[in-house]
């Protein structure tokens, strides 16, 4: 999960899921599952299924080139860091 920019909240929960092979899930399938388990301010807002996930050579996740295409492919505006 990953934090992307939000006008209202400043910023808003995102989730890229891989699911295993043969295993199809919805967003809202998510959500649902979630709202049992979790906090309801934690719940997912935007949802991306995925292939793959972009790693780094040593088999990290890198979560800011994931931040980054989400927030291109959601045509969200990002936040300027000093």
């Not at 890229?16 to 979790?38: S, Y």
């Not at 719940?43 to 050579?57: A, D, K, Q, S």
Request: with cysteine; glycine share 8%.
């Amino acid at each position: 999960m990953i934090g992307v920019p939000d006008p209202r909240y400043g910023e808003e929960i995102c989730a890229w899921i891989k699911l295993h092979d043969g295993k199809t899930a919805t967003a809202e399938e998510i959500r649902e599952f979630c709202k049992g388990e979790i906090a309801h301010y934690k719940i997912p807002r935007y949802i991306e299924f995925v292939p793959e996930f972009p790693m780094t050579i040593t088999g990290k996740i890198q979560k800011f080139v994931i931040r980054e295409q989400t927030i291109e492919k959601l045509g969200l505006k990002a936040e300027k860091t000093a």
